[in-house]
């Protein structure tokens, strides 16, 4: 997709640009205060794998389809498999901090937004991860599903009794998805070029990597996009308001940000 989706005739925002060194330290706190928060939640094995065995039997009296449907998609061939594994491995990442960037220097109303929105959502994600830690279906064995990561490569975890670098018992809700829907949501939101609805191929992927590589189920996906859903109530867009010079500028809505978990911090 093109990067230059934003329309040409742009007007300044009204929203100062934040300061770049506040932004990078709020960017990072985010993403330690993601993996500490994780970190907490690791150790419940017996408890995520009974939770496994619910989501099990849940998805199908919700009428859900069957992970294995997907994943038999793509165990047709080595090659793409692999695909699937990097694209969970590298993506997930690089793709929000890219979207991050590129508000912060094009769109710095929506930045502050999406800044706020994206910290919301993991907050929530996190208490959730604490209150209901989940195994993925790679580790029931009813599901009967393929580590694909650990037979093809690449893989980003290790033996789950000695991986202290990551939580694997925290699949619901799917950050991986929840992060991909608010990219696309963002950048549809903050351009006007007419392919600007195709970012939708990014979660629409992502969900199709990480239920085909028995990362997460369907329900981690669902239970993600209803969190980010309530959010996006709370913490409103920006909406363009016309100058005395005539120009449509950016404005964000104000929230109360002590309401937020440090969302706007």
């Known amino acids: ?23 990078l330290l709020l960017v990072v706190g985010l993403f330690l205060v993601y993996k ?45 498999i692999r695909i699937a594994n990097t694209y969970y491995a590298t993506v997930h990442f690089p793709a929000t901090l890219g979207f991050l960037v590129w508000l912060y220097l094009r769109r710095p109303a929506h930045y502050v937004w999406a800044r706020r929105v994206l910290a919301a959502l993991t907050a929530a994600a996190l208490l959730v991860h604490l209150v209901f ?12 599903l393929v580590d694909t990561a650990r ?15 990551s939580n694997q018992f925290a699949a619901m809700p799917s950050l991986h998805f929840g992060w991909a829907l608010m990219v696309a949501i963002g950048l549809i939101v903050a351009t006007r070029s007419r392919w600007r609805w195709l ?8 969900l199709l990597v990480i239920v085909g590589t ?10 993600a ?41």
Request: a negative charge; hydrophobic letters at 45%.
């Open 1 to 23: 997709m093109n990067a230059r989706t934003e329309p040409s005739e742009a007007a300044p925002s009204a929203t100062a640009r934040p300061p770049l060194v506040r932004e």
């Open 225 to 265: 996009g209803a969190i980010l859903g309530l959010v996006l109530t709370v913490i409103h867009l920006p909406h363009r308001t016309v100058t005395t010079a005539g120009r449509a500028r950016d404005t964000l809505v104000p929230v109360d940000e002590s309401a937020l978990v440090g969302a706007g911090r």
């Open 133 to 144: 830690p989940l195994a993925p279906p790679r580790m029931l064995a009813e599901a009967g």
């Open 151 to 165: 037979v093809y490569g690449p893989s980003v975890y290790g033996p789950p009794q000695t991986d202290h670098l």
């Open 36 to 80: 500490f928060g994780r970190q907490l939640a690791a150790g419940h094995t017996a408890e995520a794998l009974r939770n496994a065995h619910r989501v099990w039997d849940w998805e199908p009296a919700v009428h859900l389809p069957g992970e294995g449907s997907v994943q038999s998609l793509l165990l047709h061939s080595d090659t793409l």
């Open 199 to 206: 970012w939708l191929l990014h979660p629409v992927v992502t």
């Open 214 to 223: 028995a990362n997460h189920y369907w329900l981690d996906a669902i239970v």
